[in-house]
C-alpha cells in the first residue's frame, strides 16, 4: 500500500523568495502523483501531476515538481512566491488500480 | 461549468439527529468520493463510487452511509450523528476510477456536532 509523506507542516516564507515544499512516498509499484492547492474556505484544486515521461514537471501558478525515483520524491518549488500562494498544500499518490492517498497538508505563509 | 456541487456549505446537527450531505456533478465522471478533512489529518477517503449501482468503503467509513442511482449525484448519509464527525466534507469526482485521474473537487459542507 502506498503511503505519503509531507515533511513540514508549515512553512514560512519571504515574499519573492524562492520555497520548496516536500513530499516522499512509499509504493512498491509505479505509481502517479499530484500536488493540490487549498485556499481558505475551497476544495482543492490540481496544481500539477507527474504520470509518467520527463521527471519534471510543470503546473499552474509557476509551480513545478521533480519526480525522484530513487529517492521516492516529488518536491514542489517555486522560484518566487507572491501573497496569493498563501494556501495549503497537499502531496497525493496513487497507483493503477489502487485509491488515491493524500498527504496531511503543508500550509505555506508567505511573509511580507 | 458547474464542476462539483455540494449542499449545504455549512451545517450544525444535534448528537444522535441524521442528515444527508447532498453532491452533484456535470462532468458525466465514472468515480465519485467522499473525504472528510480534520486539522492535521489531511484528507480521509470515507465512500467511493467508481459507476451508478457500485459503492465501497474508504478508510473512515463507520457511521456512513452513500448510494449511488445516478451517474451524477453520490449522497453521504449521516445515520446518528456523533461529536466525533464534526469535520469539513468534500466530494469529489474523476473521469475513471483508474489512478491517473486528478479529482475534481466541490467547495466543501462544513458540519458540526453539538
Known amino acids: 500500500a502506498q503511503s505519503v509523506t509531507q515533511l513540514d507542516s508549515q512553512v514560512p516564507v519571504f515574499e519573492e523568495a524562492p520555497v520548496e515544499l516536500r513530499c516522499n512516498y512509499s509504493?512498491?509499484?509505479?505509481?502517479?502523483l499530484f500536488w493540490y492547492v487549498q485556499y481558505p474556505n475551497q476544495g482543492l484544486q490540481l496544481l500539477l501531476k507527474?504520470?509518467?515521461?520527463?521527471?519534471l514537471v510543470k503546473g499552474i501558478n509557476g509551480f513545478e515538481a521533480e519526480f525522484n525515483k530513487s529517492q521516492t520524491s516529488f518536491h514542489l518549488r517555486k522560484p518566487s512566491v507572491h501573497i496569493s500562494d498563501t494556501a495549503e498544500y497537499f502531496c497525493a499518490v496513487s497507483d493503477r488500480d489502487d485509491k488515491i492517498i493524500f498527504g496531511k497538508g503543508t500550509r505555506l505563509h508567505i511573509l511580507p | 461549468n458547474a464542476g462539483v456541487t455540494q449542499t449545504p456549505k455549512f451545517q450544525v446537527l444535534k448528537t444522535g439527529q441524521s442528515m444527508t450531505l447532498q453532491c452533484a456533478q456535470d462532468m458525466n465522471h465514472e468515480y465519485m468520493s467522499w473525504y472528510r478533512q480534520d486539522p492535521g489529518m489531511g484528507l480521509r477517503l470515507i465512500h467511493y463510487?467508481?459507476?451508478?449501482?457500485?459503492?465501497d468503503q474508504g478508510e473512515v467509513p463507520n457511521g456512513y452511509n452513500v448510494s449511488r442511482s445516478t451517474t451524477e449525484d453520490f449522497p453521504l448519509r449521516l445515520l446518528s450523528a456523533a461529536p466525533s464527525q464534526t469535520s469539513v466534507y468534500f466530494c469529489a469526482s474523476s473521469r475513471t476510477g483508474t489512478g491517473n485521474q486528478p479529482q475534481h473537487f466541490g467547495d466543501g459542507t462544513r458540519l458540526s456536532i453539538l
Open positions: 507527474y504520470l509518467s515521461g520527463s521527471t
Open positions: 463510487s467508481v459507476g451508478a449501482g457500485i459503492t
Open positions: 509504493s512498491s509499484v509505479s505509481v502517479y
